[in-house]
């Protein structure tokens, strides 16, 4: 049974060129799945839509010289009228599309960019079969009624979930179902079904081709978002992580603390034991505090033996239960068998009056510093931080 299982998992990683499970995985991202890669991918939709629409503006015009020369009169000066208004279309949508890294902002753009030789086939097929043409004209318009399979195959282009691209196929297979049925006194049903049928395959092996994209896009942010030691986020994409999070809170009120964690006396195991068992401690007490988070809390190597947790919509008080959750889960141990223990300091965006986030950076730092001179192994929080100031005082 296991054996099967590994051939078939084998054979799936196989055709799909990653694990099934990761493939499969992008089949409903959610749009605020994470919200690095929702900007990447945004960002990356958009600059192809520019591409698409860019290129497509400068061969439509040109299309114009075979419909002038192969079409009658007055059915190449309509065609040509069509050809501008789309050229236009196209131009001003590669000029106007600009990466926001803004999810909503790639689905208008995809949007217009379909729409535009969805409603060119509208006007332009009923209008090919009202003025029957013949000979070579009659060829290239039949090749014309070929435009929705190529919209179709367009969505290969980007890297959409199954549903996203389903939703950006539909109009294009309406369009076609309602050209058929606009005609279904001049053509048989058989060879319409026949074209449907043979669009919608077309259409799934775009969104298939689309989702491993996607697949392929998400691992690859994910080897350059992430330290490869720790599988934490890595200090550039956290930073950027820490932005958008901080913004967030900034817009909805919400509370957001932050963990500085620094290792206690790790110089030592490096020195004691090699630089090989310190990376197996890091990589260890990272791996436990992940464990010990939830889904949509961030954790991010902010450098050496230093780490940062950032904690959306949440106050200092659940970030300290956080932190006592986590040192007494433990964060593992040293090669001697003695506990790995970590110094904590949490700050909190409102309470703390931060401006910005490297000022609740700094402020989280500080108090790690000061359970560092407090003797280890200890969180300071804002209470404690404050205690200590008036002992200092009195
Ligand atoms: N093995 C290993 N060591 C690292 C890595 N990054 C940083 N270090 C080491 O971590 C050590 C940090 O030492 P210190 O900053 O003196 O801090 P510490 O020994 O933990 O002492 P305190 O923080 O004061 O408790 C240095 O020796 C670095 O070389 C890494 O990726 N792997």
Not at 348 to 361: I, S, T
């Amino acid at each position: 049974m296991q054996t099967l299982k590994n051939t078939s998992q084998a054979l799936a990683r196989a055709v799909l060129g990653v694990a099934p499970q990761k493939f499969f995985g992008s089949l409903f991202l959610p749009g605020g799945h994470a919200p690095l890669l929702s900007r990447k991918r945004a960002d990356m939709i958009i600059s192809r839509v520019r591409m698409v629409a860019g290129l497509f503006a400068v061969l439509t015009p040109l299309w114009i010289l075979v419909d002038a020369l192969v079409f009658p009169w007055p059915v190449a000066g309509l065609l040509v009228a069509g050809r501008v208004v789309t050229t236009l279309a196209f131009a001003l949508l590669a000029v106007s599309a600009r990466p926001s890294g803004r999810l909503f902002d790639a689905y208008r753009a995809l949007a217009f960019m379909f729409s535009i030789p969805t409603l060119f086939f509208i006007y332009s097929h009923p209008l090919l079969s009202h003025f029957s043409v013949a000979g070579p004209a009659a060829a290239i318009a039949a090749g014309y009624a070929f435009l929705p399979f190529v919209m179709v195959a367009g969505l290969s282009v980007f890297p959409l979930t199954a549903s996203e691209g389903a939703v950006f196929a539909v109009p294009v297979l309406a369009a076609e179902a309602v050209i058929a049925l606009m005609q279904l006194d001049m053509l048989n049903w058989a060879s319409h079904l026949g074209a449907f049928w043979l669009l919608m395959l077309i259409a799934t092996v775009a969104i298939l081709a689309g989702m491993s994209q996607l697949s392929f896009m998400m691992s690859l942010i994910r080897q350059a978002t992430h330290d490869g030691l720790t599988g934490c986020f890595a200090r550039a994409s956290g930073e950027e992580l820490l932005e958008i999070q901080f913004h967030i809170a900034e817009r909805s009120g919400a509370p957001l603390s932050l963990v500085f964690v620094d290792i206690d006396h790790f110089k030592q195991i490096n020195d004691r034991f090699g630089h090989e068992a310190g990376d197996r401690v890091l990589a260890h007490a990272a791996q436990t505090m992940r464990a010990g988070l939830r889904t949509g809390d961030i954790l991010l190597r902010w450098g050496g033996e230093e780490f940062l947790l950032i904690l959306p919509n949440t106050d200092g008080a659940t970030a300290a239960s956080v932190v006592r959750r986590l040192r007494e889960g433990g964060l593992g141990k040293r090669p001697d068998g003695s506990h790995v223990t970590a110094s904590f300091g949490v700050a909190e965006r409102a309470a703390d009056g931060a401006a910005g986030w490297p000022q609740l950076v700094e402020i989280a730092d500080q108090r790690m510093y000061l359970a560092k001179i407090g003797g280890r192994d200890r969180c300071v929080g804002r209470t404690e931080e404050q205690h200590a100031q008036q002992v200092q005082l009195a």
